[in-house]
């Protein structure tokens, strides 16, 4: 079956990095749209980046453009958020997902994702 599993979050203080992970099995890796999202407390879960191959198009919401970096690895199944120049703003659970349909990313819109990992939080003191 799908499994996606995160790693990396923790908590750091504002103006530091954190890289996660996602690493997926259960199906085709490569054939599929990755993405990453967050959630904060009272908060909707809003899309961050997304990546279909390691040289094509990728998506940021505005409020990470130029300080987050979303890339995969699919030799080994496994995709990254390179997260830089962090805020209190960006404190949240991170989850990645993969999108429902294969090939190129559709959407930041969580309902064109059905496979979610069990989340990895991220908190950033000020």
């Known amino acids: 079956q799908v499994q996606l599993v995160e790693s990396g979050g923790g908590s750091v203080q504002a103006g530091g990095s954190l890289r996660l992970s996602c690493r997926g099995s259960?199906?085709?890796?490569?054939?599929?749209?990755m993405g990453w999202f967050r959630q904060a407390p009272g908060k909707e879960r809003e899309g961050v980046a997304n990546?279909?191959?390691?040289?094509?198009?990728?998506y940021y919401v505005d409020s990470v453009k130029g300080r987050f970096t979303i890339s995969r690895d699919n030799a080994k199944n496994t995709m990254y958020l390179q997260m830089n120049t962090l805020t209190p703003e960006d404190s949240a659970m991170y989850y990645c997902?993969?999108?429902?349909?294969?090939?190129?990313?559709?959407?930041?819109?969580?309902?064109?994702?059905?496979?979610w990992g069990q989340g990895t939080q991220v908190t950033v003191s000020s």
């Open positions: 259960g199906y085709t890796y490569s054939s599929y749209c």
């Open positions: 997902a993969r999108q429902q349909i294969v090939g190129i990313c559709r959407s930041a819109a969580t309902r064109d994702y059905n496979y």
């Open positions: 990546i279909y191959n390691a040289w094509g198009t990728t």
